[in-house]
């Protein structure tokens, strides 16, 4: 026995309650933490129990730790996984653990984190990397933004030239984010995925933020006449045609294939920024578009704009805005459907950290570290339509991984604490101690990560 070094409540995300036993340690060897699978495993130093766990949920667990070992209990194998990620970091580089209990459960069932694929490609090997590096904060949702003006990702039978040419060089913003998915590589991120507990969510964006599938098809654009291929960040000036029978056939036969292939509830459709589709063409759209999720066995995303349509059952609204502003939400309500918060003033990890950040972009203002967590989903909405967060990240200005994880670390675990912990038990001031251990790791692992000024980041 001896003092402790290191506290049991060093988690991120906050636990919902944890019971420290100050004079109480137990050292591990640190690779055999990080070895260790969420299977039952009842003998040894670190016991794995799957059974009753307090009526903490299918994602919830109880982790004791005495001077005689460790148990780690949940009801469900997200459980155990969820709480081998809190062992990991309590273990860190010793492997000396604080004693004492941890009952945690999630707040939010839904806590997400979106990659845009279409704007600058990432490959298979990249997304397994990032999804890991998500998975240690309970992240249990990765959005992939598939298709965009700028670029098609993912492979569609029937519909070759999707990827031929929405994939193929100069594709993605500025032409240097070339490349996309076949049905193969897809389901082999999705079931890479879904061994850490994540469920993968394709974006198919629609009827706008479309013009890579109309130069890929001109038969799909208003008059049938080719349109250029576009490398900018504008966006608004696309749509497919409302009144065209081609549209629906091109649309059922993309979200039938992402359907087959994603065992996940979702698909999100997009909804946002249509600036060039009327009002009536939009709803006349939706309105046969917004179904099909459902005839192939899922639930409807959709970003905010949808609320302005009659909204089919299990249909789930994805806010976007900044959080004060409207964003359809009051016909959310009134509709009773589910809502993922992603404020882009909160939530946007594409948002500069602040003015000499050399990467991302700064329509929603500037997104420091603090305002990535000072803030509550619940603020604007009964937390019972709550389905829960996600954190967007564009990828206009990303050209590489170290891009990527710039503008992701630190903010990502802000977001993750967001959505797992209750309001009741964050704290800035905590967060930011808690933070600072996590420089130091992300160095020792290659990552590539923002200094955020409001830490006191140990020396290095």
């Not at 490959?123 to 098609?152: R, S």
């Not at 006349?284 to 995303?301: D, T």
Request: overall charge negative.
């Amino acid at each position: 026995m001896r003092p402790q070094t290191k506290q049991l409540a060093d988690v991120i995300p906050a636990p919902a309650l944890v019971v420290p036993e100050p004079t109480v340690t137990f050292t591990v060897a640190p690779d055999a933490v990080a070895a260790l699978a969420p299977a039952p495993r009842p003998d040894g130093p670190i016991r794995l129990d799957l059974g009753d766990a307090g009526g903490l949920g299918p994602e919830g667990y109880r982790l004791e730790i005495t001077e005689g070992g460790v148990t780690l209990r949940a009801a469900e194998p997200a459980g155990l996984f969820w709480g081998l990620q809190t062992l990991r970091q309590l273990a860190g580089d010793d492997g000396v653990l604080p004693g004492g209990v941890i009952e945690d459960r999630p707040r939010f069932a839904y806590r997400a984190a979106m990659v845009d694929l279409a704007r600058h490609f990432f490959t298979v090997d990249e997304i397994k990397a990032h999804v890991d590096l998500l998975v240690q904060f309970k992240i249990n949702h990765l959005h992939l933004h598939l298709t965009d003006d700028q670029g098609w990702r993912l492979e569609i039978p029937g519909w070759p030239r999707l990827t031929e040419v929405g994939g193929g060089p100069g594709t993605g913003c500025d032409g240097a984010g070339p490349g996309f998915l076949t049905l193969a590589e897809y389901a082999d991120v999705v079931a890479y995925a879904a061994a850490r507990f994540v469920t993968v969510v394709p974006e198919i964006d629609m009827p706008g933020h479309v013009n890579a599938a109309l130069v890929a098809y001109p038969e799909l654009t208003a008059d049938g006449q080719p349109v250029a291929p576009r490398t900018d960040a504008e966006v608004g000036y696309s749509s497919l045609v409302a009144g065209k029978e081609e549209t629906y056939a091109f649309v059922e036969a993309v979200l039938r294939t992402v359907a087959d292939v994603t065992p996940g509830p979702f698909l999100h459709i997009g909804g946002d920024e249509c600036l060039s589709t009327s009002a009536e063409d939009y709803r006349a759209f939706l309105a046969r578009v917004l179904p099909l999720p459902a005839k192939y066995g899922k639930r409807a995303i959709g970003w905010h704009e949808i609320a302005a349509t009659p909204l089919p059952e299990g249909t789930v609204v994805q806010y976007w805005r900044p959080l004060h502003e409207e964003g359809n939400l009051t016909a959310v309500v009134e509709a009773g459907r589910q809502v993922i918060m992603s404020p882009a003033d909160r939530t946007y990890l594409d948002m500069k950290y602040d003015a000499d950040t050399p990467l991302g972009l700064d329509w929603a203002g500037l997104v420091p570290l603090h305002r990535a967590y000072d803030w509550d989903p619940a603020e604007r909405l009964p937390e019972e339509l709550l389905l829960g967060v996600a954190a967007p990240l564009w990828s206009e200005t990303l050209r590489s991984v170290a891009d990527l994880r710039y503008l992701t670390f630190p903010r990502l675990p802000a977001v993750a604490e967001v959505g797992w912990t209750p309001r009741a038990g964050r704290d800035w001031e905590s967060f930011r101690k808690r933070l600072a251990g996590f420089g130091p790791r992300w160095d020792a692992a290659g990552v590539t990560w923002f200094r955020a000024p409001e830490i006191d980041w140990p020396a290095g």
